[in-house]
Nanobody, 124 residues
Framework: QVQLVESGGGLVQAGSSLRLSCVAS????????MGWFRQAPGKEREFVAA????????FYADSVKGRFTISRDNAKRTVYLQMNRLKPEDTAVYYC?????????????????WGQGTQVTVSS
């Protein structure tokens, strides 16, 4: 019912920036909250950031506060993750997800749909 496609990942040096994009299709984009999660090898999927349906509320993991910014453009059916001052520990596959019902934004298991992920690698 919802398809998500992430893009914007890459290999960058510490201190640089990337902007990830996630384009949604299949349902009315503005009716659900969205989040960004990341998963490093051997680790569980970790909450990064989330944004409410209208974009009025945003939430961040402590590890990225002050460096990452989540935003959405409902007209373009897209959610963004601007990542600044990247660190090697940010290296992971980044996934966007949608939570159609409820708003347990930090819990990966509550999200209903996921994209394929985009790799972010930050070198020292």
């Amino acid at each position: 019912q919802v398809q998500l496609v992430e893009s914007g990942g890459g290999l960058v040096q510490a201190g640089s920036s990337l902007r990830l994009s996630c384009v949604a299709s299949g349902r009315t984009f503005s009716t659900f909250g969205m989040g960004w999660f990341r998963q490093a090898p051997g680790k569980e999927r970790e909450f990064v950031a989330a944004i409410s349906t209208g974009g009025g509320s945003t939430f961040y993991a402590d590890s990225v506060k002050g460096r990452f910014t989540i935003s959405r453009d409902n007209a373009k059916r897209t959610v963004y993750l601007q990542m600044n001052r990247l660190k090697p520990e940010d290296t992971a596959v980044y996934y966007c997800g949608v939570q159609v019902t409820g708003w347990a934004y930090r819990q990966a298991e509550r999200y209903d749909y996921w994209g394929q992920g985009t790799q972010v690698t930050v070198s020292s």
